[in-house]
């Protein structure tokens, strides 16, 4: 092989809706205790590591449960397995999870079994890793409340967000642009929707942002991208999902409104600018296809993942009608 390198909500969910306006979860950050090492053990995006958490929590097979995925932030070191495996640097980001991935394969341990994923394969020059697919979710722009930086219908286009986030905005000259942390996925993501590369970012941009955190936007004139399922939810009043919205509010581009509905309904809007939507993956060794538990778990719509559509739609994401597909392949 060549490498380079929770919430079980189900009908509780009109219940709490109905009573409280909020959702609780009993889905925890990280396996709790650290010492629950299930069967399966993945890393990487911090975009998908709460629904991954619901779905770990919900989904058994006749040894118990079946996932434990640890989160992007928190301790900086993890330890995936009961033996054999040694601490490591916690991975924060869909591209630091298919590293530790990929380091895994090479070291031949078997402490890491996924990576969560925000993104699609960035190297295509090998088959060594499968992308599953098993949620839609969709990236726009987020201001503070009060901002007038692209507070209406129309929003902003791609073309003016692409000039922000060169820092040569003639429109928005004031405008202060935040990004995401290297290797988070939502980055590579949103840098590939508004068209420039990482080359082109200009020094005004703030890089050091984590990912899907509100609190960060202090100011008017700040802009930073957000995933659309984890500001959902993130206010959704889940006992796991640190509500990190702030004053943000989610704006549209070329005139495309990225949610439907509101309050407890609220939910992606699947027709949101498609250039602008994307897929959410766990990511697998494509020689691991085979073995029974990864097989069960991630391959195919019966799959235990896919079968979690209650739980995947609560936490903001899409279905996809090709949920655990398993044709999309990649070196990294």
Not at 2 to 17: E, P, Q, T
Not at 19 to 39: C, F, K, M, W
Request: charged share 15%; net charge neutral; proline share 4%.
């Amino acid at each position: 092989m060549n490498v380079k390198s929770r919430v079980k909500v189900g009908a509780a969910f009109g219940v709490a809706a109905l009573g409280l306006g909020i959702l609780a979860s009993p889905a925890s950050a990280d396996p709790s205790p650290v010492t629950d090492y299930r069967q399966l053990a993945g890393v990487g995006s911090d975009t998908t590591q709460y629904v991954m958490n619901g779905i770990g929590d919900s989904v058994t097979n006749t040894s118990g449960k079946i996932i434990a995925s640890w989160n992007a932030t928190g301790t900086s070191t993890i330890k995936t397995k009961a033996t054999g495996c040694d601490t490591v640097a916690r991975p924060d980001g869909s591209s630091a999870g298919i590293n530790a991935l990929n380091a895994d394969i090479t070291a031949g341990t078997n402490c890491i079994d996924f990576a969560r994923s925000s993104r699609g394969p960035a190297d295509t020059s090998t088959t060594d890793l499968t992308f599953i697919p098993y949620g839609k979710d969709g990236v726009t722009f987020a201001t503070a409340l009060g901002s007038t930086l692209g507070n209406t219908t129309a929003g902003l286009t791609k073309a003016q967000l692409a000039s922000i986030y060169e820092c040569n905005s003639t429109d928005f000259p004031n405008a202060q642009p935040l990004l995401p942390q290297s290797g988070s996925g939502t980055r590579t993501f949103w840098l590939a929707a508004i068209g420039i590369t990482e080359a082109q970012i200009g020094s005004c941009v703030n890089q050091t942002l984590q990912e899907h955190n509100g609190l960060a936007v202090t100011n008017a004139n700040q802009i930073m991208p957000y995933s659309i399922a984890q500001w959902i939810a993130q206010g959704k009043g889940f006992s796991d999902v640190p509500n990190r919205r702030g004053t943000t509010r989610l704006r549209n581009i070329n005139g495309s409104a990225p949610t439907t509905g509101s309050g407890t309904a609220l939910a992606l809007n699947t027709s949101f600018d498609p250039g602008f939507l994307r897929n959410v993956y766990n990511v697998v060794p494509t020689a691991k296809l085979a073995d029974s538990v990864i097989a069960a778990t991630f391959v195919g719509s019966a799959s235990k993942v896919c079968a979690s559509s209650t739980v995947i739609a609560n936490y903001g994401f899409g279905l996809l009608s090709n949920c655990g597909d398993t044709s999309v392949t990649g070196e990294r």
